[in-house]
């Protein structure tokens, strides 16, 4: 997929990988770009370089009418919606005694959000006989996160929907990538895995310690390239893939190293 003329949304777009994100596919000639956030005025912050190819809008992803409104809003604007960039996401909690709500809002904006955008745009794409689902996972969703539960199985579900997506509809046109980061310098990472009484957690030191953290633009770029190729998994840190084969050929053995390296992070 080339970006050129297409029409993109992206969610969680005022930072971090969603903002560079939105502003590489601007620079590439999308025809339109839908900057999507919570925060509504860094949503139009960010859109507003783009002139009138793109629209920042706000919106909490969790509200299927709130959703349904941003890709009606993106159709007015641009035209049907290509490439949809289910970017959003939060770290929350910490294990298993996390407090259900917390639970709750993991769940809802790492998972149960791709879930609505696909059931609003895959009738419309497999009529079309094309579109793109882009889901921003994490090497956590391939792995695990030590550290936590909540942000861990939240991302696992992720890429299990989309591989779901993918073997369901890739024969009717609809293309499906997974992109899975170990550690990108965002505010995730810096304001919600470190959050804690000003006290870098566990799971924010074992993400520093897993690889080089990338800057949100060189992740950008490879996903761009990614696309490109239609590659399922994008993996901006190349090593997740040698982690991946490891753990699925000793699993035992993967898990025994997982431990060590909670216990040097100081993890319980």
Request: charged share 20%.
């Amino acid at each position: 997929m080339e970006i050129a003329g297409q029409v993109v949304v992206v969610t969680g777009g005022a930072s971090g990988i969603g903002r560079a994100m939105a502003e590489r596919f601007l620079a590439d000639g999308a025809r339109g770009v839908v900057v999507v956030d919570l925060d509504e005025a860094a949503a139009r912050a960010v859109a507003e370089p783009g002139g009138e190819r793109a629209l920042g809008l706000g919106c909490d992803v969790t509200d299927p009418d709130g959703l349904a409104a941003v890709l009606a809003a993106a159709t007015d604007a641009f035209g049907p919606v290509d490439l949809f960039c289910a970017n959003a996401g939060v770290a929350v909690g910490e294990d298993e005694q996390t407090a259900d709500d917390v639970w709750d809002l993991a769940l809802a904006v790492n998972v149960r959000a791709h879930v609505l955008a696909a059931r609003l745009l895959v009738p419309g794409w497999i009529e079309r006989g094309h579109g793109y689902f882009l889901s921003t996972a994490s090497a956590a969703g391939l792995l695990t996160q030590v550290g936590s539960a909540p942000y861990s199985v939240s991302k696992h579900a992720a890429v299990a929907f989309s591989e779901w997506l993918s073997v369901t509809y890739g024969d009717r046109g609809l293309r499906v990538s997974c992109l899975c980061p170990m550690g990108v310098d965002t505010p995730l990472l810096n304001g919600g895995f470190s959050a804690q009484d000003g006290e870098t957690t566990t799971a924010a030191a074992v993400v520093r310690d897993a690889g080089r953290v990338l800057a949100p633009d060189d992740v950008a770029g490879i996903v761009v390239d990614g696309l490109r190729e239609e590659r399922f998994l994008i993996l901006p840190h190349p090593e997740v893939a040698t982690f991946e084969g490891r753990r699925a050929a000793d699993h035992d053995r993967w898990i025994a190293g997982m431990r060590r390296l909670q216990a040097a992070a100081g993890g319980a």
